[in-house]
């Protein structure tokens, strides 16, 4: 499946975390801020951080 940015919907060639193209990127936070933000997000994908997989536990069924 082709990742597309959700700025301008050009397709996105690379793996990364974010669904953005780096013109996108760099002209709504700048170039050191959107390289900071790619690469602190590609480290939590790699850690398995962003996973949405993960079971979440309602607190509601806990009963204290």
């Known amino acids: 499946m ?3 940015c959700v ?3 050009q397709d996105l060639q ?3 975390a974010v669904d953005i193209c780096d013109k996108c990127g760099i002209g709504v936070w700048g170039q ?3 390289k900071t933000i790619l690469q602190g997000m590609n ?4 850690k398995g951080d962003l996973c949405l997989e993960h079971e979440i ?7 204290v």
């Open 32 to 34: 050191k801020m959107f």
């Open 2 to 4: 082709l990742k597309k």
């Open 57 to 63: 536990i309602d607190n509601q069924d806990k009963r």
């Open 43 to 46: 480290n939590a994908d790699e």
């Open 14 to 16: 690379d793996k990364r």
């Open 7 to 9: 700025y301008c919907r």
